[in-house]
């Protein structure tokens, strides 16, 4: 019989995609929800469960998890032992269903993720694949490429809409997936309701199938093509003074933009999905004019 998943668990739900995650659980109406955080958090709506946590105690998450069918990891953590330590508290409590912090590019992409930046994550994606291989869980990976919003708001995909300036990474004509951090958190969504169709594999989702120079023109047309600056970097150099960085110690957002930045210009991760679960997780694809309307309002907020 199909596991039926009705008592979910999330951690970092605070976070850029564990917030979005929590909004669609929320309006399905169909779970009933429990946030593990490290310390009470008042802004959580009051009609979810909050439990908190020692993240790094396996007896304190266990305790927590008992009674729960599904446990989403939101959590935005470099050391894997995190995930890892979810993953055990996941087996410990009898959880059917374990849904791990990629929301990124393909796991399988082996060559990119082979790189500092995504080095936690793919150690844990790889033991959640064995734990599930044993019988202990199942699992479902999110799989979405560039946070669309996020990228456009934050400038990380060396797309700047208050400066005006586009950085191309070599030409910029690598099409990438970029998805909405709403559409990620109805994915998700979806993909606990449709419990048995997801069952231990990665679902591929996006808004938008375009390259960085797309995007970029886009933007152009929303904002007024005058005072635009576009240059080029060599993605190869870009890495390689990524990877300097980290070596040296420097681990900063910068460092980590750009290993994230080249995987954009990787075939291996960046020639849009070769098939994708949109219509199966309820995503909606968007035209040029609702992304230029999305740039437009995403301008206006940056600049107020």
């Not at 291989?133 to 996020?150: E, P």
């Not at 586009?166 to 909405?180: A, E, F, K, Q, Y």
């Amino acid at each position: 019989m199909a596991q039926t998943i009705r008592n979910v668990a999330i951690a970092g739900a605070t976070g850029n995609a564990g917030s979005n995650i929590l909004n669609a659980l929320l309006s399905s109406g169909k779970f009933t929800i429990t946030v593990l955080t490290r310390k009470p958090n008042p802004s959580l709506p009051t009609s979810i469960t909050t439990k908190v946590v020692e993240f790094d105690s396996l007896s304190s998450l266990t305790s927590a998890l008992k009674g729960q069918d599904a446990l989403i990891d939101a959590t935005s953590v470099p050391d894997p032992n995190v995930a890892i330590r979810l993953i055990d508290a996941a087996v410990a409590a009898g959880i059917h269903r374990f849904i791990p912090a990629e929301f990124s590019i393909d796991p399988t992409a082996t060559n990119c993720r082979s790189l500092p930046v995504f080095a936690g994550k793919a150690k844990a994606y790889e033991y959640l694949q064995q734990v599930a291989a044993a019988g202990k869980l199942t699992y479902t990976s999110i799989s979405n490429g560039a946070f669309l919003d996020w990228n456009l708001r934050t400038g990380f995909s060396d797309i700047d809409l208050v400066k005006k300036r586009i950085n191309l990474l070599n030409d910029g004509s690598r099409v990438t997936p970029w998805t909405l951090l709403s559409s990620v958190g109805t994915a998700v969504a979806y993909a606990l309701v449709r419990a048995e169709e997801t069952k231990n594999r990665t679902c591929y989702v996006y808004s938008i199938m375009k390259s960085q120079k797309e995007v970029g023109e886009l933007a152009q047309e929303a904002l007024g093509k005058e005072g635009w600056t576009i240059q080029s970097k060599d993605a190869a150099n870009v890495l390689e003074d990524a990877l300097a960085d980290f070596k040296a110690g420097n681990v900063t957002f910068g460092a980590i933009g750009g290993m994230i930045r080249w995987t954009l210009t990787q075939p291996e991760s960046a020639a849009g999905w070769a098939k994708d679960d949109n219509e199966l997780l309820g995503v909606q694809t968007m035209s040029d004019e609702e992304v230029k309307e999305l740039i437009k309002q995403i301008a206006a907020e940056l600049k107020a």
